[in-house]
Structures are given as structure tokens and as C-alpha cells.
T-cell receptor
Framework: AQKITQTQPGMFVQEKEAVTLDCTYD???????LFWYKQPSSGEMIFLIYQGSYDEQNATEGRYSLNFQKARKSANLVISASQLGDSAMYFC?????????????????FGQGTILTVHP | DAGVIQSPRHEVTEMGQEVTLRCKPISGHDYLFWYRQTMMRGLELLIY????????DSGMPEDRFSAKMPNASFSTLKIQPSEPRDSAVYFCASSLAFSFSRQETQYFGPGTRLLVL
């Protein structure tokens, strides 16, 4: 089973509008961290936002917020007031704790990504 | 603060040649990770170090790949001999801690684009 699922291969949004990028995860561990990264066409991986499994409040970082629904195992990224510079590939990732088994501990497991295109 | 530094940024080599990729993590970060990104397999962890000690190398594809971290500010990923299927973007990342807090965020270098002909 996929540990991280991003069901939207591509998304389009109008400049200044908000957009939600979906991410669901699969883990049996109680302790885990969830991340979103942005990869523009230049190729670098840019950290956007982090949510810990024990965090009771949704994480926010400027125009980015994470809609964390633990029972549904979803961690959707919300980008408010989209800008042309937001056009990029977006990856959801998870780091599991020891409860997930030794081979998972430590590493980030990435989804397949969502390509976001912001139209003027 | 300087981010993660990787060199070279681009490498073109011929099959059978040795390739060495280099990484300097963010100062003070105790964890260093090597990832590989391909269209077919996405982003996958190859190996990670804690305080210069390799912790998990289960992602290293085969014996042709080796990684070292001789000190806290330098790591290498070596492929010998290289093959066309090794063509990919190789990222190095570092993090402060494993803590299930923002401190465990992995910060990525710019990557090395490797093409093996």
C-alpha cells in the first residue's frame, strides 16, 4: 500500500485564488511528522510546512496552511492568494516513528507529487 | 546561514566511470540524508547518517554505491562503476534532530543532475 497518496496529478488555479492540494497517508504508528515541499522547475526542494502527529492545531506558515484531519489520515495543503510564482510541483511527505518498523524510521516517504499551475 | 551545499551541480560521465558527489550539510545539523529522484521511482532515500555514522543504508541500490561522512561538515556519495540507469537527480539533505517537531525538518541542497551515457 502507498504510504503517501496524492491523487491530483495536476491542479489549476487563478491568481489570487486559494487552492487545496490533497494528501492522504497510511501509517500504523502514533508518532509521525508530515511535510510539504515545493519543487519549482529549477529543481530545488523547498520546505513549506510541517505538522506533527501530536500537534492539536493546524500548522500555518504565511500563505500556507495544513488542513490536518488525523482520523481521516489526511494532510491537505492550502495555499491562499495564489501567485504566479507558486506554479511548481508539490510533494507531501511523512516521517514515521519507531512504531512503524525499523526500516521506516528516519526516512521521508514522498508522494508522487501534484503539479500546480497558477493562471494570471 | 548557508544552506546545504552540493557539488557538482551537473555531471555527465560515461558508463563505467567513477562518480563522486559531495555534500556539505547545514552547520549544527546532526542528520544527513542522500536521496535520489527519478521520473519512474520519484524521490527515494538512499542512506542517512547521524553524527557521521551511517544508520540506514537499506535504500542503496547495490554495491556500486557507497557513501561516507568523514566529519560533520562533509559527505560523499560514490558510484563505481556508473551505469546509464544511475542517471537521476541526487539530493543531499540535513536536519537538526529527530524530534517530531519542526526541528526535524529536512532541508535539501540544490541537487546534482547526473547523466551517465
Amino acid at each position: 500500500a502507498q504510504k503517501i497518496t496524492q491523487t491530483q496529478p495536476g491542479m489549476f488555479v487563478q491568481e489570487k485564488e486559494a487552492v487545496t492540494l490533497d494528501c492522504t497517508y497510511d501509517t500504523s504508528d502514533q508518532s509521525y511528522g508530515l511535510f510539504w515541499y515545493k519543487q519549482p522547475s529549477s529543481g530545488e526542494m523547498i520546505f513549506l510546512i510541517y505538522q506533527g502527529s501530536y500537534d492539536e492545531q493546524n500548522a500555518t506558515e504565511g500563505r500556507y496552511s495544513l488542513n490536518f484531519q488525523k482520523a481521516r489520515k489526511s494532510a491537505n495543503l492550502v495555499i491562499s492568494a495564489s501567485q504566479l510564482g507558486d506554479s511548481a510541483m508539490y510533494f507531501c511527505a511523512m516521517r514515521e516513528g519507531l512504531g512503524a518498523g525499523g526500516t521506516s524510521y528516519g526516512k521521508l516517504t514522498f508522494g508522487q507529487g501534484t503539479i500546480l499551475t497558477v493562471h494570471p | 546561514d548557508a544552506g546545504v551545499i552540493q557539488s557538482p551541480r551537473h555531471e555527465v560521465t560515461e558508463m563505467g566511470q567513477e562518480v563522486t558527489l559531495r555534500c556539505k550539510p547545514i552547520s549544527g545539523h546532526d542528520y544527513l540524508f542522500w536521496y535520489r529522484q527519478t521520473m519512474m521511482r520519484g524521490l527515494e532515500l538512499l542512506i542517512y547518517f547521524n553524527n557521521n555514522v551511517p544508520i540506514d543504508d537499506s535504500g542503496m541500490p547495490e554495491d556500486r554505491f557507497s557513501a561516507k561522512m568523514p566529519n560533520a561538515s562533509f559527505s560523499t556519495l560514490k558510484i563505481q562503476p556508473s551505469e546509464p540507469r544511475d542517471s537521476a537527480v541526487y539530493f543531499c539533505a540535513s536536519s537538526l534532530a529527530f524530534s517530531f517537531s519542526r526541528q526535524e525538518t529536512q532541508y535539501f541542497g540544490p541537487g546534482t543532475r547526473l547523466l551517465v551515457l
